[in-house]
Protein backbone atom coordinates (compact mmCIF):
# COMPACT_ATOMS: atom_id res chain seq x y z
CA UNK A 1 0.00 0.00 0.00
CA UNK A 2 1.21 3.45 -0.83
CA UNK A 3 0.14 6.78 0.09
CA UNK A 4 -1.52 7.58 -2.86
CA UNK A 5 -3.37 4.19 -2.90
CA UNK A 6 -4.68 3.39 0.75
CA UNK A 7 -6.98 0.62 1.71
CA UNK A 8 -10.36 1.85 2.28
CA UNK A 9 -10.29 0.92 6.37
CA UNK A 10 -7.31 3.37 6.35
CA UNK A 11 -8.90 5.97 5.00
CA UNK A 12 -12.17 5.76 6.68
CA UNK A 13 -9.95 5.41 10.08
CA UNK A 14 -8.10 8.68 9.27
CA UNK A 15 -11.32 10.13 8.64
CA UNK A 16 -13.27 9.83 11.70
CA UNK A 17 -9.93 10.46 13.83
CA UNK A 18 -9.65 14.00 12.50
CA UNK A 19 -13.27 15.03 12.50
CA UNK A 20 -13.53 13.98 16.35
CA UNK A 21 -10.34 15.31 17.03
CA UNK A 22 -11.26 18.58 15.36
CA UNK A 23 -14.93 18.44 17.56
CA UNK A 24 -12.32 18.14 20.39
CA UNK A 25 -14.53 20.57 22.58
CA UNK A 26 -16.10 17.52 23.30
CA UNK A 27 -12.75 16.14 25.62
CA UNK A 28 -13.26 19.24 27.08
CA UNK A 29 -16.40 19.17 28.02
CA UNK A 30 -15.71 15.66 29.56
CA UNK A 31 -12.80 16.65 31.10
CA UNK A 32 -14.34 19.43 32.74
CA UNK A 33 -16.74 17.30 34.38
CA UNK A 34 -19.60 17.89 31.46
CA UNK A 35 -19.41 21.99 31.99
CA UNK A 36 -18.34 24.60 29.84
CA UNK A 37 -20.40 23.80 27.11
CA UNK A 38 -21.30 27.70 26.62
CA UNK A 39 -18.34 29.14 26.58
CA UNK A 40 -16.40 29.93 22.85
CA UNK A 41 -14.76 26.95 22.19
CA UNK A 42 -11.30 29.41 21.23
CA UNK A 43 -10.60 30.77 24.31
CA UNK A 44 -10.67 26.90 25.73
CA UNK A 45 -7.14 26.51 24.72
CA UNK A 46 -6.08 30.10 25.97
CA UNK A 47 -3.02 30.19 28.38
CA UNK A 48 -3.90 28.74 32.14
CA UNK A 49 -7.18 27.08 31.25
CA UNK A 50 -7.10 23.46 31.84
CA UNK A 51 -7.40 21.32 28.91
CA UNK A 52 -5.57 24.23 26.85
CA UNK A 53 -2.43 21.87 25.96
CA UNK A 54 -4.36 18.77 25.00
CA UNK A 55 -6.46 20.57 22.94
CA UNK A 56 -3.50 22.32 20.77
CA UNK A 57 -2.51 19.32 20.55
CA UNK A 58 -5.19 17.48 18.87
CA UNK A 59 -5.65 20.55 16.81
CA UNK A 60 -2.62 20.08 14.95
CA UNK A 61 -3.00 16.17 14.68
CA UNK A 62 -6.32 16.63 13.15
CA UNK A 63 -4.40 19.29 10.52
CA UNK A 64 -1.54 16.49 9.42
CA UNK A 65 -4.40 14.15 9.54
CA UNK A 66 -6.37 16.51 7.10
CA UNK A 67 -3.57 16.99 4.70
CA UNK A 68 -3.44 13.41 4.80
CA UNK A 69 -7.17 12.57 3.57
CA UNK A 70 -7.00 15.60 1.19
CA UNK A 71 -3.97 13.57 -1.12
CA UNK A 72 -6.30 10.65 -1.46
CA UNK A 73 -9.75 12.46 -2.07
CA UNK A 74 -7.46 14.51 -4.43
CA UNK A 75 -6.51 11.27 -6.05
CA UNK A 76 -10.70 10.52 -6.35
CA UNK A 77 -12.13 13.32 -7.94
CA UNK A 78 -12.31 14.21 -11.35
CA UNK A 79 -9.44 15.61 -12.85
CA UNK A 80 -9.51 19.26 -13.83
CA UNK A 81 -9.38 22.76 -12.23
CA UNK A 82 -11.76 22.26 -9.20
CA UNK A 83 -9.95 19.56 -8.13
CA UNK A 84 -6.73 21.49 -7.72
CA UNK A 85 -9.15 24.46 -5.77
CA UNK A 86 -10.65 22.18 -3.63
CA UNK A 87 -6.83 20.69 -2.49
CA UNK A 88 -4.94 23.37 -1.91
CA UNK A 89 -7.94 25.12 -0.11
CA UNK A 90 -8.65 22.16 2.60
CA UNK A 91 -4.73 22.87 3.01
CA UNK A 92 -5.11 26.39 4.13
CA UNK A 93 -7.82 24.84 6.09
CA UNK A 94 -5.21 22.95 7.69
CA UNK A 95 -2.40 25.78 8.21
CA UNK A 96 -4.97 27.66 9.21
CA UNK A 97 -6.42 25.34 12.47
CA UNK A 98 -2.20 24.87 13.12
CA UNK A 99 -1.99 28.43 13.17
CA UNK A 100 -4.91 29.53 14.99
CA UNK A 101 -3.46 26.50 17.88
CA UNK A 102 -0.30 28.19 17.99
CA UNK A 103 -1.23 32.24 18.46
CA UNK A 104 -4.35 31.27 20.59
CA UNK A 105 -6.81 33.45 22.36
CA UNK A 106 -4.63 35.35 25.36
CA UNK A 107 -7.41 34.91 28.22
CA UNK A 108 -9.68 32.38 28.69
CA UNK A 109 -13.29 33.01 29.49
CA UNK A 110 -14.55 35.30 31.66
CA UNK A 111 -10.99 37.51 31.46
CA UNK A 112 -10.59 40.76 29.66
CA UNK A 113 -7.14 41.01 27.50
CA UNK A 114 -7.10 44.66 26.64
CA UNK A 115 -3.27 45.52 26.44
CA UNK A 116 -1.69 45.95 23.04
CA UNK A 117 0.26 43.00 22.99
CA UNK A 118 -2.94 40.63 24.16
CA UNK A 119 -5.36 42.46 21.46
CA UNK A 120 -2.63 41.77 18.94
CA UNK A 121 -2.26 38.22 19.77
CA UNK A 122 -6.67 38.13 19.42
CA UNK A 123 -6.40 39.45 16.28
CA UNK A 124 -4.03 37.39 14.65
CA UNK A 125 -5.58 34.05 16.10
CA UNK A 126 -8.79 35.33 14.76
CA UNK A 127 -7.63 35.72 11.25
CA UNK A 128 -6.25 32.49 10.91
CA UNK A 129 -9.27 30.95 12.29
CA UNK A 130 -11.46 32.96 9.52
CA UNK A 131 -8.93 32.38 6.74
CA UNK A 132 -9.05 28.58 7.79
CA UNK A 133 -13.06 28.28 7.76
CA UNK A 134 -13.20 30.15 4.98
CA UNK A 135 -10.64 27.86 2.79
CA UNK A 136 -12.47 24.88 3.98
CA UNK A 137 -15.65 25.80 2.53
CA UNK A 138 -14.52 26.90 -0.76
CA UNK A 139 -13.38 23.54 -0.64
CA UNK A 140 -16.41 22.31 0.18
CA UNK A 141 -18.05 24.33 -3.17
CA UNK A 142 -15.26 22.88 -5.62
CA UNK A 143 -15.96 19.55 -4.71
CA UNK A 144 -19.42 20.54 -5.97
CA UNK A 145 -18.35 22.04 -9.27
CA UNK A 146 -15.63 18.96 -9.59
CA UNK A 147 -18.27 16.29 -9.52
CA UNK A 148 -21.03 18.33 -10.76
CA UNK A 149 -21.41 16.05 -13.79
CA UNK A 150 -19.55 12.72 -12.61
CA UNK A 151 -21.43 12.58 -9.24
CA UNK A 152 -21.83 10.69 -6.75
CA UNK A 153 -24.95 12.45 -5.75
CA UNK A 154 -24.90 11.64 -2.26
CA UNK A 155 -21.72 13.19 -2.22
CA UNK A 156 -22.76 16.77 -4.00
CA UNK A 157 -25.90 16.74 -1.65
CA UNK A 158 -23.64 16.45 1.33
CA UNK A 159 -21.90 19.03 0.27
CA UNK A 160 -24.43 21.43 -0.25
CA UNK A 161 -26.26 20.69 3.45
CA UNK A 162 -22.47 21.29 4.65
CA UNK A 163 -21.79 24.58 2.73
CA UNK A 164 -24.92 25.95 3.35
CA UNK A 165 -26.48 24.87 6.83
CA UNK A 166 -22.63 24.37 8.54
CA UNK A 167 -21.13 27.08 6.67
CA UNK A 168 -23.49 30.05 6.36
CA UNK A 169 -26.11 29.33 8.57
CA UNK A 170 -23.92 28.38 11.98
CA UNK A 171 -21.63 31.35 10.95
CA UNK A 172 -24.34 34.12 10.37
CA UNK A 173 -25.89 32.79 14.03
CA UNK A 174 -22.70 32.60 15.74
CA UNK A 175 -21.77 36.15 14.47
CA UNK A 176 -25.19 37.38 15.80
CA UNK A 177 -25.28 35.94 19.42
CA UNK A 178 -21.53 36.89 19.47
CA UNK A 179 -22.46 40.59 19.33
CA UNK A 180 -25.80 40.33 21.27
CA UNK A 181 -24.88 37.68 23.36
CA UNK A 182 -28.31 37.15 24.21
CA UNK A 183 -28.77 34.49 25.43
CA UNK A 184 -25.24 33.81 25.83
CA UNK A 185 -25.50 30.27 26.01
CA UNK A 186 -26.64 30.65 22.33
CA UNK A 187 -22.72 31.08 21.41
CA UNK A 188 -21.19 28.84 22.20
CA UNK A 189 -24.01 26.50 20.83
CA UNK A 190 -23.85 27.66 17.15
CA UNK A 191 -20.06 27.91 17.51
CA UNK A 192 -20.43 24.20 18.21
CA UNK A 193 -22.44 23.30 15.01
CA UNK A 194 -20.40 25.01 12.93
CA UNK A 195 -17.64 22.99 13.98
CA UNK A 196 -19.64 19.71 14.42
CA UNK A 197 -20.38 20.42 10.51
CA UNK A 198 -16.80 20.59 9.31
CA UNK A 199 -16.10 16.99 11.29
CA UNK A 200 -19.31 15.92 9.49
CA UNK A 201 -17.68 17.28 6.14
CA UNK A 202 -14.19 15.88 7.03
CA UNK A 203 -15.87 12.34 7.48
CA UNK A 204 -17.84 12.58 4.01
CA UNK A 205 -14.54 13.10 2.31
CA UNK A 206 -13.69 9.65 3.92
CA UNK A 207 -16.46 7.85 2.47
CA UNK A 208 -16.20 9.05 -0.63
CA UNK A 209 -12.39 8.43 -0.86
CA UNK A 210 -13.04 5.29 0.41
CA UNK A 211 -15.80 4.03 -2.19
CA UNK A 212 -13.63 5.52 -4.84
CA UNK A 213 -10.99 3.11 -3.72
CA UNK A 214 -13.33 0.03 -3.68
CA UNK A 215 -14.22 0.93 -6.59
CA UNK A 216 -10.89 1.85 -8.34
CA UNK A 217 -8.72 -0.94 -6.00
Known amino acids: MSVGHPR ?18 ILDWVLRGFEGMGEVVSELESPGEPNAALLRVTDCVCAVLVVLLTIWARAALPRGVWREVFAWSTVV ?51 ILATWRT ?11 VLILGGLVTSLLFGWFHRTEDPAWAIGLFQRLHIVSISIWIVTLGLFTARAERRHP
Open 8 to 25: PRIVLAVAGVAAFLYSNF
Open 93 to 143: FALGAVAAAVVTEPCGPGLVCDSAEQVRQSDIHGYASVVSDTALFVGVLAT
Open 151 to 161: GPTWFRRTAWW
